[in-house]
């Protein structure tokens, strides 16, 4: 059983910045990718933002030079650094774990800017 469980989320003023983490425990195993996704209401969940085991990033064109993924593999922590934060980037932002046979997601985390 694997265990995903984000934080950081919550209320911010548009052009603020907020640092969501997600923490990965149980019987893990081997790790491919971990990676950040958002689903705004009435939207499909889409990318923001994906880093492999090796430390390749990968970030969608709507949040790239705002927001930095980044990860602590000894903790088995991601964490999303998003910088200059606006409306449309109110979602739910969930942790995905890609792992060497299932994936795993976490149960996501409210991040809404609004002034």
């Known amino acids: 059983q694997v265990q995903l469980v984000e934080s950081g989320g919550g209320l911010v003023q548009p052009g603020g910045s907020l640092r969501l983490s997600c923490a990965a425990s149980g019987s893990i195993g081997s790790i491919y990718a971990m990676a950040w996704y958002r689903q705004a209401a009435g939207n499909q969940r889409e990318l923001v933002a994906s880093i492999t085991s090796g430390s390749r990033t990968n970030y969608a064109d709507s949040v790239k030079g705002r927001f930095t993924i980044s990860s602590d593999n000894a903790k088995n922590t991601v964490y999303l650094q998003m910088n200059s934060l606006k409306p449309e980037d109110t979602a739910v932002y969930y942790c995905?774990?890609?792992?060497?046979?299932?994936?795993?997601w976490g149960q996501g985390t409210q991040v809404t800017v609004s002034s």
């Open positions: 995905k774990l890609t792992g060497a046979i299932l994936s795993y």
